[in-house]
């Protein structure tokens, strides 16, 4: 997230490209690469709970009648938000996006014959799942047995915590890419530590 704030704040003044730009000065192609990487994860992970958030919003809007404390119809509303440029693609970005879950965790519960919420462990379980995540553990599960699945998941969990990145313990896209990343190698992705050779 640090990366995204600073390229976010820079970018006043900056273009967007110009800031990276800058970031990746002393960066080898390899931290160059994770750097970008991680941007494009983090940049679509927030871009879907940003619109998560307009899209409830303005439900509760529509749904509670909030619109009647300054207008006197929806429509004027809709118009002054220019609702049809901005809000209304959001929205259905967010319906799509539901779908596209629910289409992912029928993938899952089908390949691996277990509930989403008992695919894995407790303590690696995201409370809310992004549509990215679903999307490559659907991916994982049409490869790999559940328990299969849950080891590399971990394995890669392990990594990530050992080499001093995020230092929370639940899935990441990025924990699910790198298992995926090996097995569409025919090789193990996941770096070992020492302690697992």
């Known amino acids: ?17 110009d800031v990276i730009e800058g970031m990746l000065e002393d960066k080898s192609d390899v931290e160059a690469f994770d750097m970008l990487i991680a941007m494009v994860n983090i940049g679509v992970e927030v871009d879907e709970q940003i619109t998560e958030i307009v899209t409830s919003a303005w439900t509760i809007i529509e749904d509670r009648a909030l619109w ?35 289409k992912e965790m029928k993938t899952i519960t089908s390949s691996w014959k277990v509930p989403l919420q008992d695919a894995f462990p407790p303590q690696i379980t995201p409370k809310n799942w992004s549509r990215n995540l679903l999307i490559q553990i659907a991916h994982l599960s049409k490869r790999v047995s559940q328990k299969e699945g849950c080891d590399l998941i971990q394995r890669a969990i392990n990594v990530r915590l050992a080499g001093g990145h995020r230092n929370d313990k639940i899935v990441t896209l990025k924990d699910a890419q790198d298992v995926l990343s090996g097995l569409l190698n025919d090789g193990p992705e996941i770096p070992r530590r020492a302690t697992d050779m």
């Open 1 to 17: 997230m640090e990366i995204i704030r600073l390229a976010v704040i820079n970018s006043a003044e900056r273009s967007a490209s």
């Open 68 to 102: 009647k404390t300054k207008y006197a119809d929806v429509d004027v509303l809709q118009r002054v938000m220019s609702f049809q440029k901005s809000i209304g693609p959001l929205i259905r970005r967010q319906n799509q996006n539901k779908l596209r879950k629910l």
